[in-house]
């Protein structure tokens, strides 16, 4: 665990201690429903950043959530990002152009992540969370580099499917607006093809294909929560 993501716990569960004190009902009363979490609701969420700036949370330029009840809810994340590039560069020897390169990049990306969430104490001033789902994704890199001696064209095309798992908490600092400290891992199967042609005095084509199995850790994701 990063040291940052450590130092977002820390502070998310010291405002909690600070609060929650103040705000606790007695141990004779019944536990109180959050007026937010109710079946229907939706919450936008977004990841709070180390300078405390809001982002996309878990890297998604869109996660909403709406719940069935207090005590379960279905989140959606889409992640998407796209780039082109022109790199034009020169190399040289004893003051005198050696070679020069003019090189294209395109790439791709998309990601859909569906979680199934479920409350275990919906009354608590601090809400204890626990879910999953499948995931997928897609990605492709484009790169053509036209050379003196003649030109090369890549490309790398990668799928990839498999679930995700999260615990986390939650509390709420107002009605309708809540802080939340997840850590989430996931199980992925990978399938990349890539190609490389080579179209110079002597020509070659490659290609390669690759199929991996990954697992791996999410890290902490400290959020923020508006319901509507």
Do not use: C
């Not at 180390?50 to 890297?59: E, M, P, T, W, Y």
């Not at 908490?169 to 009605?175: D, R, Y």
């Not at 996931?186 to 190609?195: D, G, I, Q």
């Amino acid at each position: 665990m990063k040291k940052t993501d450590v130092l977002f716990v820390v502070a998310f569960f010291a405002i909690v201690a600070l609060v929650v004190p103040a705000n606790s009902q007695s141990l004779d009363e019944p536990p109180k429903q959050q007026p937010a979490l109710r079946a229907g609701a939706w919450a936008l969420q977004f990841q709070v950043n180390d300078n405390f700036s809001l982002d996309a949370f878990q890297g998604a330029v869109l996660s909403v959530k709406r719940h069935r009840s207090d005590r379960s809810a279905f989140r959606a994340g889409l992640g998407m990002g796209f780039g082109i590039a022109d790199v034009n560069s020169t190399v040289s020897q004893n003051d005198s152009v050696a070679n020069t390169e003019n090189r294209d990049e395109s790439r791709q990306f998309v990601r859909l992540d569906l979680q199934y969430i479920r409350y275990s104490n919906p009354g608590s001033p601090v809400k204890l969370l626990f879910g999953g789902g499948p995931l997928v994704s897609f990605s492709n890199a484009d790169t053509e580099a036209a050379r003196e001696i003649g030109s090369v064209r890549s490309e790398s095309t990668s799928w990839a499917t498999g679930i995700s798992g999260l615990v986390g908490v939650e509390w709420f600092a107002a009605s309708r607006i809540s802080l939340h400290a997840e850590y989430g891992v996931e199980l992925l199967y990978r399938y990349t093809k890539s190609s490389s042609e080579a179209r110079t005095a002597n020509p070659t084509h490659t290609e390669q294909t690759r199929h991996m199995g990954d697992f791996q850790a999410r890290g902490v994701s400290f959020g923020l929560s508006a319901y509507f």
